[in-house]
Structure formats: C-alpha cells, structure tokens
C-alpha cells in the first residue's frame, strides 16, 4: 500500500491530549461494508452500507476501490455520468486513474493523490485507468467519498482541486508509531490541503503493529474510522476491528485507535481512514448521480441533465469499457 510514506522520526508529532483535559469516544457501532461493483463492473466495498445519514452526516456514500491486481486487459472505469449537489473525493492509494469532466477540470493521479470534484450545479465526468495500465495491467486501489453540500451551496458554480501527495499534510504519532495524512481539515494546527465548503476532516493513517494512535477531535465533528487494511482496535474502551469495517464514534475531543501486535504479510499495518465533519442537518434526498434536499429539486436535476444543462464532453473523452 504506497500512498505517500515518510520517515515518522523527521515529522511534526501530535502530542498526546493531557489527561482529563477531553473526552475519549467511545464506539457506537460497527459495521462491515459488503462487496459490489460499480460502473462497468469495479469491484468496490460500500463502506457507509447500513449506516444511518444521520450518524455519516456530513458524509453521504463511500467506496473502497479494489484493492485488485489487475491481469493484462482487464482495468476498467467508469462511464460519463453526471453529478449535482455534493463533491466527489477520490483518493488513490496504489495505481493510476486519470479523470475527465464537462467544466474543464481533470488529470491523471497516483500514488497518494487526491481529486476533489465539487459537482455544485451540475458536472459530466468520467474516471478510468489510463491506456498503459490497461495493456499493462498492475495494482489498483483507492477510495470515492461523496461529501454532501449545505442548501445555500448545492448550485454553486464546478470545481475541481488536484491535490498532489506531496502537498498532504504529512503528521507523526506522539511515539513515531503511526504516519497520518491530512487531506482536508484541521489535525491539532496543522492543516491539510483541501478546500472545503463543509468544515471535514479527512485523514489517511498507517499504524505500525503494536502502535497506538490518539488524536484530537473537534467536538462538533462526528467521527468514523474506516479500515482499509489490518487488524486492531478502536475506541476508549477498545473494540476490534478489520479491514472492511467501519467504526461509528460517539461524543468526544479525542479518538483512538490501535494496531494489533500481529499483522499479515499482505497487510503489515493498521490502514485507516479518519473521516469527521460539522453536520449539516438538513433534508437529504438522493437518487442515483444527484444529492438536493428535495424530491421537486431532485427531478429537476434529472430535467437539466437531459436537456444538455450540465455541459459538454470533451471531444477526446470518450470512455474506455475494457
């Protein structure tokens, strides 16, 4: 799992919250995501499955993309496909994916890149392996996130960020024990780069067997941990979990989780995305590619997009279906 590492010992360190100082979450539930396929057939793990909005707001669908070893021939993507009223997040862990879309935005990202697509108003896009992976073949792994967007954002104007690795907010455990990347959001001062419309958090940590990671958490914020690879443990007091799991935590200034002593050889470290966000706390009515608050509204993103509203494909866009 390459993504971006770095040397701990040689990071700014997050110091251990002051005991007494905060609260600890505990865990309210824990869930693990089953497997299907998206687009042309991606294999992915609905990661947010069977968990209610109220506990994801401001978060609204998640996919774990692979982890796959593609043979020679096999990379696929997805079709054109519109989007309005949230952002799509997505996060390349091990491979390439190149992204298209009708306002302009787009490009190829890799190892620990990040694409941030706020769809607003309406957007085209597509995503898929560029053509040299495709002959080729290799590893691919990553993450979508969608992200939904307050009523007095929903029809803002596309935007596209590309968040190269190097520029994530690079952190150390207290003990050098765990790596933590910071794509968006505030982790004890220190800020990753990602622009957002709703105060998020967005977080991709590595904790070494035997490590224990303990963060600050803004109070408002809800808090998930999602496992993308390794076995240990989260919460105050701890609860297990795997890869493919999602933790749900409750109250709190301050999270926790653990790796356990003995790891596999596949996966040698806790891998762990942190997600937390201000909730929105308005009406959510999602069907299919468009998130609004209402059904009226909803039908009229269907209305807009059939009659050509969310702009054009690109001449050289046209997707690649294996």
Do not use: C
Request: proline share 9%; glycine share 14%; net charge negative.
């Amino acid at each position: 799992m390459p993504a971006i590492t770095a040397d701990t010992l040689t990071l700014p360190r997050i110091p251990i919250p002051i005991p007494g100082s905060g609260t600890q979450r505990t865990v309210r539930s824990i869930t693990t995501a089953p497997s299907g396929f998206e687009g042309d057939g991606f294999p992915v793990r609905r990661g947010f499955a069977g968990v209610p909005h109220t506990a994801l707001d401001p978060f609204i669908h998640m996919d774990q993309m692979g982890e796959i070893d593609w043979a020679p021939g096999e990379p696929i993507g997805t079709p054109w496909h519109p989007h309005r009223g949230f952002e799509t997040v997505t996060y390349i862990i091990d491979g390439t994916f190149e992204h298209s879309d009708s306002h302009g935005g787009g490009g190829t990202i890799t190892n620990g890149d990040t694409q941030w697509m706020t769809a607003g108003a309406g957007i085209l896009h597509i995503e898929k392996p560029p053509e040299q992976l495709v002959v080729s073949g290799g590893m691919f792994h990553g993450v979508q996130l969608w992200v939904n967007l307050p009523r007095a954002s929903k029809l803002v104007t596309p935007r596209y960020q590309d968040i190269r690795a190097q520029q994530t907010r690079l952190l150390s455990s207290a003990d050098g024990g765990a790596l933590v990347r910071v794509i968006a959001g505030d982790i004890a001062g220190h800020t990753g780069p990602g622009t957002t419309y709703t105060p998020i958090n967005v977080v991709h940590a590595t904790v070494s067997p035997g490590a224990r990671l303990e963060l600050p958490w803004q109070a408002e914020f809800n808090s998930l941990a999602y496992v993308l690879a390794g076995n240990g443990t989260v919460g105050n007091p701890a609860q297990p979990i795997h890869q493919g799991q999602l933790a749900v935590y409750g109250a709190g200034d301050a999270i926790t989780l653990a790796a356990q002593q003995s790891q596999s050889a596949a996966a040698p470290n806790l891998e762990v995305l942190l997600l937390g966000g201000r909730p929105i706390r308005e009406p959510v009515v999602q069907s299919g590619p468009f998130v609004m608050n209402t059904r009226e509204e909803v039908l009229r993103a269907y209305a807009d997009y059939q009659a050509g509203r969310f702009g054009d494909i690109p001449a050289e866009g046209a997707p690649h279906t294996g």
